[in-house]
């Protein structure tokens, strides 16, 4: 007698695993799609304004003046040229700016936990924290300048000072608004306060976390422009500055729209994480994902 088999296969990848993608992928797409329209509009706006104002045509530059400067050859260079100058100068930025984003995300995550952990900190800190943040960074970094002189650790300063305290604020806030209901759930099965953060404050934050990361990325890249105009002779920071000075408009606008370009890129990335988190993990994380 014959007998036949049955083979039995699992799903690749699991309906919530699948959720997951889905919304991943359509948030993706969404702000992509979202930017790309966004930059087509503001360069078209960019290139409205330059006629309306009538700026002289050597100091203003649009938009096909800056593609042109990346992809022709010039009176003041190769095009090759350009492109390696501006690439080798985005990459000390982005160095000075990962410091100062790193440094500042870990020092602000940890001071959020200790924040939630033991209240009279907060107290004493917050008011202080927030004081400190009314200075306007251009009053600040002369005196980090002063302090610790010209090098990496300055760098890293008014990076962190420009990524702390949106990320503090924020963070300290999210991991406040897990619901009492949830926090009496883990205590009545015997979980402490170091429970409560981990398996509740943390998820109910991380909307609160990647929001607040989203400001910081741009931030950072800002701080580290600006400690490189002031201080330093790298970095598209100091280009602006030397480009000023010696009149090439073309680099100047060069240099400020690739800052701007990789800050979007940047910011996309982010939010790119932040749905692929938020859709596994986020406290709406399955009624996002079916959305």
């Known amino acids: 007698m014959a007998t036949s088999t049955m083979v039995r296969t699992r799903p690749a990848v699991s309906a ?6 889905r919304y991943t992928a359509r948030r993706t ?4 799609g979202t ?3 966004s930059a087509l509009i503001l360069a078209v706006l960019w290139q409205v304004a330059i006629v309306l104002v009538g700026q002289s045509p050597f100091i203003a530059k649009g938009p096909l003046d800056v593609v042109n400067y990346f992809t022709q050859d010039g009176v003041d260079g190769t095009a090759a040229e350009h492109r390696a100058l501006l690439a080798g100068l985005l990459g000390v930025t982005l160095s000075d700016a990962a410091l100062g984003f790193v440094i500042g995300l870990v020092l602000s995550i940890t001071i959020s936990f200790a924040f939630v952990l033991f209240r009279p900190i907060e107290f004493m800190f917050m008011p202080i924290a927030m004081l400190l943040r009314t ?13 610790f ?3 990496r650790i300055t760098a890293a300063l008014i990076g962190t000072v420009v990524v702390l305290f949106p990320v503090l604020v924020n963070l300290t806030v999210g991991l406040r608004s897990v619901s009492q209901q949830s926090v009496d759930l883990v205590t009545v099965y015997g979980g402490h306060r170091l429970t409560v953060l981990r398996k509740v ?3 109910t934050a991380l909307p609160h976390l990647f929001a607040s990361m989203r400001i910081a990325v741009p931030g950072a890249i800002t701080g580290a422009m600006l400690y490189e105009y002031l201080f330093t002779t790298t970095g598209l920071g100091a280009a602006v500055t030397s480009a000023k000075a010696a009149f090439d408009y073309p680099q100047l606008w060069a240099a400020t729209v690739l800052a701007t370009i990789v800050s979007i890129v940047l910011y996309t990335i982010t939010t790119i994480i932040e749905a692929a988190v938020l859709s596994e993990w986020g406290p709406d994380a399955g009624r996002a994902a079916r959305e």
Do not use: F, K, R, W
């Open 16 to 21: 919530s695993a699948a959720d997951a993608i």
């Open 29 to 32: 797409g969404t702000t992509v």
């Open 35 to 37: 930017i790309l329209l």
């Open 135 to 147: 200075v306007p960074l251009l009053a600040m970094a002369p005196v980090i300048y002063i302090i």
């Open 149 to 151: 002189g010209n090098g």
């Open 201 to 203: 404050a943390i998820p």
